[in-house]
T-cell receptor, first 113, second 114 residues
């Protein structure tokens, strides 16, 4: 059963530390999305890729966040330095171009103290 | 710019009652429209989608949605709710121009009374 895999599932860190979240999209999917979910803001689109190329990262705080796809099987979201306001659940989703459907991972819950 | 509005933050219905969750969108052309469901601690799962054609679309778990262009709406319905339907529901709009940028609404949390 193909699924999007995210690691870590939970991360607690201290303010100022670097955080890296990883995502393995479903094999064959060529679009990858990063979303952040909080109670206050809901689901916010941070960045998305198509065929590994970044198409839009306008939703991401550029000074501390970065997103990359070093290869087709790995997408990363890095926060450096982390701040308490970054505490949220970060979701990765992938999809095949033609159907437009997104398949979500189970999320990485980040707590920054 | 794309936008999605879900006017109801919380909805409570009795088990067996009918359900309608509202979604309004803003997009310059005919959008791709989706409904997703999220159970606690889980990612989002697709319920149904509309790209073109028949404006009444059927999804999984007995859900359906109707695209109404004149009202810019894509409301989700279910004739008889089950206790297991309690979850959060998200409407999303995707650009039909091929940019594949998906914007989600703020969600509607459904509570089902036994």
């Amino acid at each position: 059963d193909a699924r999007v895999t995210q690691t870590p599932r939970h991360k607690v860190t201290e303010m100022g530390q670097e955080v890296t979240m990883r995502c393995q999209p479903i094999l064959g999917h060529n679009t990858v999305f990063w979303y952040r979910q909080t109670m206050m803001q809901g689901l916010e689109l941070l960045a998305y890729f198509r065929n590994r190329a970044p198409l839009d990262d306008s939703g991401m705080p550029k000074d501390r966040f970065s997103a990359e796809m070093p290869d087709a099987t790995l997408a990363t979201l890095k926060i450096q330095p982390s701040e308490p306001r970054d505490s949220a659940v970060y979701f990765c989703a992938s999809g095949p171009d033609r159907t437009g459907e997104l398949f979500f991972g189970e999320g990485s819950r980040l707590t920054v103290l | 710019a794309q936008s999605v509005t879900q006017p109801d933050i919380h909805i409570t219905v009795s088990e067996g009652a009918s359900l309608e969750l509202r979604c309004n969108y803003s997009y310059g052309a005919t959008p791709y429209l989706f409904w997703y469901v999220q159970s606690p601690g889980q990612g989002l799962q697709l319920l149904l989608k509309y790209f073109s054609g028949d404006t009444l679309v059927q999804g999984i778990k007995g859900f359906e949605a109707e695209f109404k262009r004149s009202q810019s709406s894509f409301n989700l319905r279910k004739p008889s709710v089950h206790w297991s339907d309690a979850a959060e529901y998200f409407c999303a709009v995707g650009a039909s121009s091929g940019t594949y940028k998906y914007i989600f609404g703020t969600g509607t949390r459904l509570k089902v009374l036994a």
